[in-house]
């Protein structure tokens, strides 16, 4: 009899997830790989935005620069790649590779486009986390003090763009309540790895 909920099988499996941002993806995603930290394993994208302040390279992004960038894509190195607000981000390939070498469930946090360009390509569970209304959306991103007044305005006016994309995703989960959307996304992933296939 298996003691755990999740981690039960040798298949590993890609999940996607989007949100419009300030929707709460990170710390959502942050809760599952405390939670599952020997099953699961989250993609390190390839981005030209800067760090942040408590960014660490490798760990949260592999920050390059736009020449770097380009001759991945020349190279054909990445799986999907978008710019979102001014920046390049991409998922190497090899990273997803070698992550799925290591018996873990890959997460990928990707934007709308990236998923869009991989949605019945790369098989995979494909889940869009929704904000439970814009205002809610517009106060969540001031709280966070992480973007400028103009820049909230920005992601607010994409949001909507992102959100008309839902229906393509296999599951939208609305975050409301944290607690309670976690333990949604986490029967996602307990019910996915228990699927037949
Ligand atoms: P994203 O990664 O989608 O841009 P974050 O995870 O950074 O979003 O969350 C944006 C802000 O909203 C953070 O300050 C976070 O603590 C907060 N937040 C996340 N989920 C909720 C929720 N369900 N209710 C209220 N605040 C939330
Ligand atoms: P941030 O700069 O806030 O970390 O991310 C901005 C947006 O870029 C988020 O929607 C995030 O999901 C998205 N993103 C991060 N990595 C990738 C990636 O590799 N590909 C794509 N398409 N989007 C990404």
């Known amino acids: 009899m298996s003691k755990k909920v999740l981690g039960n099988t040798d298949q590993s499996l890609l999940f ?5 941002a300030g929707t709460g993806k990170s710390t959502l995603v942050e809760m599952l790989l405390k ?3 020997d099953v699961l394993a989250e993609s390190c994208s390839s981005t030209t935005r800067h760090p942040r302040p408590a960014e660490i390279s490798e760990h949260h992004y592999e920050f390059i620069s736009i020449p770097e960038f380009e001759k991945k894509v020349e190279g054909g190195e990445f799986l999907e790649y978008a710019k979102v607000f001014g920046n390049y981000y991409g998922t190497r390939k090899e990273e997803i590779e070698r992550l799925l070498t290591e018996r873990k469930h890959v997460v990928l946090v990707i934007d709308t ?3 869009m ?5 790369i098989p995979a569970v494909y889940i869009f986390i929704a904000p439970p209304s814009f205002e809610e959306l ?3 991103l ?5 973007e400028s007044e103009e820049k909230i305005q920005e992601r607010l006016l994409w949001a909507k763009q992102e959100i008309a994309l839902a229906p393509r995703y296999d599951y939208q989960i609305v975050n409301d309540n944290l607690e309670v959307t976690y333990q949604i996304l986490r029967s996602i992933f307990i019910a996915e790895e228990h699927k037949r296939r």
């Open 16 to 20: 996607v997830i989007s949100a419009p």
């Open 35 to 37: 939670e599952f930290p």
């Open 113 to 115: 486009q990236g998923a």
């Open 117 to 121: 360009q991989i949605i019945g390509k």
């Open 138 to 140: 517009q106060s969540r």
């Open 142 to 146: 001031f709280k966070r003090r992480t």
